[in-house]
């Protein structure tokens, strides 16, 4: 779902690119990190949590991380 600039939630409509980036820049800042971050160091970070430390018998093939993170075998 999609949230408006006044906080209307839009069931209908997907989140946009921007609107999560600009959710990890305040969170970022809100928690004092320094540096930045982009919404491909959440989609690394998923993946390697997802195949490598998510508990026994909820970890993802490799296929399966392949698949979600829209990388292919020659990446």
Avoid at 6 to 16: I, K
Avoid at 32 to 41: A, L, N, R, W, Y
Wanted: net charge positive; glycine share 14%.
């Amino acid at each position: 779902p999609c949230y408006r600039p006044n906080g209307v939630l839009q069931p209908g409509e997907p989140l946009s690119h921007d609107m999560v980036q600009k959710w990890i820049d305040e969170a970022v800042v809100g928690a004092g990190i320094p540096g930045t971050f982009s919404t491909h160091c959440y989609r690394r970070g998923g993946a390697q949590y997802r195949f490598m430390f998510a508990p026994v018998g909820q970890r993802w093939t490799l296929a399966r991380v392949w698949w979600w993170g829209g990388w292919v075998a020659a990446e």
